[in-house]
Structures are given as C-alpha cells and as structure tokens.
C-alpha cells in the first residue's frame, strides 16, 4: 500500500506527512505551516495546499480538523474563524490541492490512531482520549468502534464556561497558572467524565501529554490513565487512516 498523506489541521500550526499505514509510522519527515491569521476557509485552504506541493503528493488526503465535522461540513469553531460554520472542508480543501480530502475531527483522528497503533491498540472496553492543547478534545470507544464529534472539552464546566476554557493547555497559559494547579483542575474534569462515561482507560494526548510524569500522581481517579504514545504524530497519522478506512466504505 503506498503511503497516504495525513495532515493536522490546528489552530496555530498544520502539518502534514506521509504514513505508512500497515506500520502506523510517518514515512519521512513532518512539514509545518503556521495557521494564517485571520483563519479563513481561503487562507486555510492555500496554506493546505502548499503542504500537497512541498510532499509532490497525489492521492487520497486525511484530514484532522479542529471542529465538528458530518459529511465533511464543519458545524463548528470554537478555536477557528467563524465563517468555518457550515462550511464543506473537503470541498474547500480538495479544490485547492486537486486531491480527494478526507476530513474528521482532530481528536477523532487521533484517537483513531491510538487505538490502531498506540496505547489504545488491544483496549476493548470504553476508552475515552482527551487530546489538551488550544482547546480539549475528545474522541470515545468502546470496543474500538469510535462515535464521533463527542465534543466532551464544551462540557459547560463553571461559571457557565466550558471545561476547555479551565483545563486545556491555552487555558493554563492565558490565566498563567502552574503545571500543578493546571493538573488538579484537570483532575475535578477527569473525575466529572468518569462519573458520567465510567470508562476503563482515559489516554492523555496533544501538546501536554508530554509532561504527564510531572503530574500523574495528582491524578486519583479509578480508571487507568496513560499518556499518548504517538505523542504530536497521532493527528496526522489517524487523519491518513481515516482517508483510508474512508475510501474503503
Ligand atoms: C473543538 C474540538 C477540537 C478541540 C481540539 C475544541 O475547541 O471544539 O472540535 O477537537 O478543540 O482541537
């Protein structure tokens, strides 16, 4: 099977690489663009395409994109420029690069990706990734078939807020908190989303994941909790996967 392109799309940078999907590994290096500002649908578009160029790539291309996503349509944009609302990203991307674009939520992708080829591989109960960047996002199994756009980080949380704007990685940064305070308000969070999903394994994913030593005996929750394995992969790997499974519908 040749290799697919995979691109992440997220609310600073896209990057995108080749995946070997027998192995579930990028083949080659990554590519980043940064996310234009303001980011709308034609910019974002020109920015993705720049991605097919520099891979020289032709053929099918996953996408993770950091909304709700049905039919390939985004429903939402807490982190993007409104105008995504309504808008068909296939279509929009697919006529800027000339491929067939295949689009997903980014935390669906990545969970996609943990639960072929990472910590998630084997798991066959209820298991509910969390990707902490920008936003929260989340992406839930159980017996490996995922139910999309669970969009769990817009819980309203307190003060009629969603839980994103308390606990995710942009939270953290914008009312500077410590990695400490961070992690036990994420804990109250883990604790809420236990109550409600009981799920044996919790996978911690996106950009503060890779800190998760520093902060895992705060966590005092049942169920098993484990960081990402394929760490800042994942997206893009599961965004290939998707347009693969996709193809095979
Ligand atoms: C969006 C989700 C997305 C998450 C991570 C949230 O704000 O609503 O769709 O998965 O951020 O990018």
Known sequence: ????????????????????LEKGKLVGERFRVHTPQPATPAAMATAFAEIIRFFEYSGPVGCGFPSI???GVALSAANIEK???????EQVFGEACGCPVFATNDADAAGIAEMRYGVGKGENGL???ITIGTGLGTALFYRGLMIPNTELGHLIWKNNKPAE????SGAREKLKFSRKEWARRFNEYLHHLELLFSPE??????????????????????????PAQLLNNAGIIGAAAYAAESLNR
């Open 69 to 71: 996503v049905r039919d």
């Open 127 to 129: 298991v509910l990734l």
């Open 1 to 20: 099977m040749n290799p697919i392109l995979g691109i992440d799309v997220g609310a600073s940078g896209i990057k995108g690489a080749l995946v070997d």
């Open 165 to 168: 704007a308390w606990c995710s």
């Open 83 to 89: 105008s995504w609302i309504g808008t068909n990203i």
């Open 201 to 226: 394994l919790f996978i911690l994913g996106g950009g503060e994941s890779k800190y998760f030593e520093q902060y895992r005996e705060i966590f005092d929750i049942e169920a098993r909790v484990v």
